[in-house]
């Protein structure tokens, strides 16, 4: 069965490290079957919310920035170059589908301030209205330190409860939660479903382990305790 049938409405978010190769260039092929994937799931009814990451690593190769850890003025830039050929590869992804985008930048003040909340909800519920995909990043050449999520792990938990979708799927390279991180400890086991958010589950998460990615497990534990607390499946 596939297991998002019961969901009518559902936010993806896509890590750095699925669309963006290690040499900085763009996964296409592998962005359009998961375009043909998000078609799919359109045709069925649903309503399908983007969080897409990989704005900072794209930049990265356009700008030339090879070094391994980037200036917080570099990964600003970084972000700004490398969100438009995001915006693009995802306008085109999907537009081949005859499904348009459109992009929404944001930032924390936006998920937690109820005028910007508000009117945030409105523009995404309408393009939702009117059959159209939100794509989602942080407005990362612009928040500051203060003002920032810096994992998408955690602001795609909170887009999701504003946007009242009744599923989560956060789609990254590694297929799951273990007992340990699995790079550390070949020991570690996989665990097919988490009941409850427990210290013991929260003890298991490790930090990113790519330097294209901020989140890792640890953020992702954060963005399932978000997520369920507001009656989002994860
Ligand atoms: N917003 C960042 C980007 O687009 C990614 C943050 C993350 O890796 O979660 O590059």
Redesign the pocket.
């Known amino acids: 069965m596939n297991p998002l049938a019961p969901y009518r409405r559902v936010t993806i978010k896509i890590?750095?490290a699925l669309l963006v190769d290690k040499a900085g260039g763009l996964r296409a092929d592998w962005l359009a079957s998961l375009a043909e994937d998000i078609a799919a799931l359109k045709a069925e009814g649903r309503d399908v919310v983007i969080v897409?990451?990989?704005?900072?690593?794209l930049g990265r190769g356009l700008l030339g920035l090879s070094a391994l850890a980037l200036t917080l003025e570099q990964s600003q830039a970084a972000?700004s170059a490398?969100?438009i050929a995001?915006s693009q590869a995802w306008s085109e992804a999907l537009g081949r589908h005859g499904i348009v985008t459109g992009q929404i930048l944001i930032t924390p003040n936006i998920t937690e301030e109820r005028r910007y909340y508000l009117n945030a909800r409105t523009t995404i519920l309408t393009l939702l209205g009117l059959g159209a995909v939100p794509i989602i990043?942080?407005n990362?050449s612009v928040a500051t330190a203060e003002i920032r999520y810096?994992?998408?792990?955690r602001l795609s938990a909170r887009v999701a409860t504003m946007i009242e979708a009744d599923c989560l799927v956060l789609l990254s390279d590694i297929d799951g939660l273990y007992t340990a991180p699995p790079a550390r400890d070949p020991a570690a086991t996989h665990i097919p479903v988490v009941e409850a958010i427990t210290p013991a589950i929260e003890a298991m998460a490790g930090g990113a382990a790519s330097h294209l990615?901020?989140?890792g497990m640890t953020?992702k534990i954060e963005a399932g305790k978000i997520a369920t607390l507001a009656g989002t499946a994860m």
């Open positions: 890590g750095s897409s990451s990989g704005a900072i690593a972000a490398g969100q995001l990043n942080e990362d810096g994992d998408n792990d990615s901020r989140g953020t």
